[in-house]
Structures are given as C-alpha cells and as structure tokens.
C-alpha cells in the first residue's frame, strides 16, 4: 500500500498564477483533509471531505478551493496565489484511528 | 474554536533519559488527543493517540496520560534514543466517526543528544 500520496513534491508558482495539489490514498477511508504548515505554527486545517461528494471549510479556507473527485481522490485548487500562501501543503485521510499524512507539497509564491 | 497548547518549544534529552511534552486545550467537548512524530522533509505520522473514556495509555516506550478535568494531555518518552529526535505535535477534536477536524499544538523540537 502506497498510503497517502501527493503530487507534485515542490512547486514554485509566481503571484497570480493558478495550480492544483493532487491528493490520493488506498486505504479506503471516507474522511480526506487538507493542511498547511508554516514555520512555528502546528498544521492548520484549510478544507476537509467526510465522504465522497461532500466538501466543508475547515480554519483557514480563503483563497483555496477543493474537489473530491471520488472516494481516493480529493485535490486542493490556489485559483490566483498570494505569497502569504507559500507553505507546505499536507493531504490526510483517515477512519476511526487517526489521521494517515502524506510526505506533503512545498509551495513557493513569489 | 478549540485552542491547543504545546510547551516545550525545544527540549534536549541525553539518550537513555526520559522526555515529557505537555499540551492543554480549551474545549471540554474534545474527546480524541492523538500525537504525531514528524520528521525532516516528511508528513507526520502517528505515534499514539487516546481517547476521553481513559487516563493512560501505553505502547512500548510510549506513553500518554489524559487528565479532563484540568483539560491537559502529555507525551511521555522512556529510555530516549537518538532516533526520536524530531518535532512532535499534539492534537485534539471533537466528533466520532472518521471525520475528525484536528487542532494542533505548534509542536516541541525534540534533540536527543548521544
């Protein structure tokens, strides 16, 4: 089992410009969420999906947009990115046990 | 909202002493506390985690303790070695099922010196 898996690793967007972080897990679980961390601060939650075709804002969803494309799949869009959004993003699914992260995305918006 | 408190920021151990981290949190409604182990370049991972209906919970070197009346929560680490040394993060949510909206400490830089 791969667990949970995030494309790309590093991605360098400019202020303005648009991109989608993919999100995926194999282990089945209904639940999928993303965060962000930055420097000092724990991980705080931006969006999360507690089933397929259900989406809810999490802590800090502005300028963030989300999609549960199915039950593995669950995407984070930056429509126009700022560079208060340069962070590392972390994908997360999970069932009654806990949270399962993947190895995360670091954003750079210049 | 929930608030979750972590202290210490940074704690240096000598390997074969013990390590406590120690989280409070403001919602009496919390019920789920899990500790994560995050290291370099990598996603957190879980390492332990307790429920409300318990006070303590252990796993090898691992333990937890939950106090709800005074709503705060401890990671204790046994017989540290250097492979510890990471950031460790506390956690707490409400709810049941698999749906669970974490609030995290701003976690503790864990060196254990050899």
């Known amino acids: 089992n791969a667990g949970v898996t995030q494309t790309p690793k590093f991605q360098v967007l400019k202020t303005g410009q648009s991109m989608t972080l993919q999100c995926a897990q194999d282990m089945n679980h209904n639940s999928m969420y993303w965060y962000r961390q930055d420097p000092g601060m724990g991980l705080r939650l931006i969006y999360y999906s507690a089933s397929e075709g259900t989406t809810d804002k999490g802590e800090v969803p502005n300028g963030y947009n989300v999609s549960r494309l199915n039950k593995r799949e669950f995407s984070l869009r930056l429509e126009s990115a700022a560079p208060s959004q340069t962070s590392v993003y972390f994908c997360a699914s999970s069932d009654n046990a806990g949270h399962s992260f993947g190895p995360g995305t670091r954003l750079t918006v210049t | 909202g929930e608030n979750v408190e972590q202290h210490p920021s940074t704690l240096s151990v000598q390997e074969g002493d013990s390590a406590v981290i120690k989280c409070t949190y403001s919602?009496?409604?919390?019920?789920?506390f899990p500790w994560y182990k995050q290291e370099l370049g990598k996603g957190p991972q879980l390492i332990i985690d307790i429920r409300s209906n318990v006070g303590e919970k252990k796993d090898q070197r691992i333990a937890v303790t939950l106090n709800k009346t005074a709503k705060h929560f401890s990671l204790h680490i046994t017989e540290t070695q250097p492979e510890d040394s990471a950031v460790y993060f506390c956690?707490?949510?409400?709810?049941?099922?698999?749906?669970?909206?974490?609030?995290f400490g701003s976690g503790t830089q864990l060196t254990v010196l050899p």
């Open positions: 919602d009496s409604a919390s019920n789920y």
């Open positions: 956690a707490a949510s409400i709810g049941s099922g698999s749906a669970r909206q974490l609030t």
